[in-house]
Nanobody
């Protein structure tokens, strides 16, 4: 399974971004997909996950209420809509896929999100 994330960039605080992650591979549509992020000097953290049939989970603090995960199985793509961005959201964002949303087996290359205050 290969994952290609895109959509990162520089945005002002309060703005929005939508990240996309396209998967390829014979069984990728059946996997749960997730978004994680890693800020400088911090551990990688789980943000949101979605099962193959659309069930969603969110981290309790970082993403809930501001971020929304969705997927389009026809396009084999998962999205992360991020609203109300804050400077502390600055990080490299990774998409991932696997059996479980918080224990992925496959990782994308990451896309940088920078929020200016």
């Amino acid at each position: 399974v290969q994952l290609q994330a895109c959509g990162g960039g520089l945005v002002q605080a309060g703005g929005s971004l939508r990240l996309s992650c396209a998967g390829s591979g014979r069984t990728s549509r059946m996997y749960a997909m997730s978004w994680f992020r890693q800020a400088p000097g911090r551990e990688r953290e789980f943000l949101a996950g979605i099962t193959w049939n659309g069930g969603t989970t969110y981290s309790t603090d970082s993403a809930k209420g501001r971020f929304s995960i969705s997927r389009d199985n026809a396009k084999n793509t998962v999205y992360l809509q991020m609203n109300g961005l804050k400077s502390e959201d600055t990080a490299v964002y990774y998409c991932a896929a696997g059996i479980h949303t918080q224990e992925p087996n496959y990782w994308g290359q990451g896309t940088q999100v920078t929020v200016s205050s």
